[in-house]
């Protein structure tokens, strides 16, 4: 196992850009992978993209085929490296809804995001990948390529009073995030 510390917001880390992937299939970049993998796993998390765990390339996994205790009532994503993302979006909807991230423990905000989008880019031996998602599927994407841009969810929420403690808001999903 390599379980990685998860870097937590305040962390300039989490604020940079991270540099394009330009070699695929490495050693370093399966190892990567696979750290993302343990380290997700550990945490329940949805996704997890490399500047959380301090590593500055444009490399995000997010999916578990199943569906995940942080967010009991969404539908499963596939489970899916995703390499030097573009998301384009699909339309004009937006949608709002609830949103954690690892980054920011304990925590849950309403945050919008487009309701459908095109993402592509590159797995993790360099095939391209080029898919629509929309609803949880496509939130998901949109947070995790957010922390290869430095953003986090807090920065992109429009109404505060919509953003406090998981065991405040829901208190049944407490025990999922702390252990
Ligand atoms: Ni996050």
New binding site residues.
Partial sequence: MSIQTILKMGDPRLLRQAQPVTAFDTPELRQLVIDLQDTMAAAH?A???AP?IGVDLQVVLFGSGQPNPRYPDAPAVPRTVLINPVITPLGDDEEEDWE?????PGMRGVVPRWRRIRYQGFDLQGQPMDRQAEGFHARVVQ??C??LWGT??PMRMRDLRRFGFTEVLFPGLAAAEDD
Avoid: F
Avoid at 100 to 104: A, F, I, P, Q, R
């Fill in positions: 998390g996704g997890l993209a959380q954690g991230c690892l980054s920011v947070h995790e957010d922390h986090l969810y």
